[in-house]
């Protein structure tokens, strides 16, 4: 088992900056893959951003050139740089994580999510 924890949400104008992070606890942090999702009012969770165990990435086409995911194993924690945000990247942002090598739309474990407000 791994549980989460989401920090870093908030409110910034368009073309601002945020960094979120993930804290884990619970086993070996680099057994995971991890994951960003967003969801907006009325929308459907959405896969934003996911790092494998060994550090390969990918993103949404939506997201791409502005966010960026990173992980530290040292510390058990992942990143989600969001650069140039727009008002459309608005939702609840969550983190999570799967024994997976690469995170899948339907991981195991989840945090509780973190509001991310992008004023226009």
């Known amino acids: 088992q791994v549980q989460l924890a989401e920090s870093g949400g908030g409110l910034v104008q368009a073309g601002g900056s945020l960094r979120l992070s993930c804290a884990a606890s619970?086993?070996?942090?680099?057994?995971?893959?991890m994951g960003w999702f967003r969801q907006a009012p009325g929308k459907e969770r959405e896969l934003v951003a996911r790092?494998?165990?060994?550090?390969?990435?990918n993103y949404a086409d939506s997201v791409k050139g502005r966010f960026t995911i990173s992980r530290d194993n040292d510390k058990k924690t992942a990143y989600l740089q969001m650069n140039s945000l727009k008002p459309e990247d608005t939702a609840v942002y969550y983190c999570?994580?799967?024994?997976?090598?690469?995170?899948?739309?339907?991981?195991?474990?989840w945090g509780q999510g973190t509001q991310v407000t992008v004023s226009s």
């Open positions: 790092i494998s165990r060994g550090g390969v990435t």
């Open positions: 619970g086993r070996t942090f680099s057994l995971y893959s």
């Open positions: 999570a994580a799967d024994t997976t090598v690469i995170i899948s739309t339907s991981p195991s474990f």
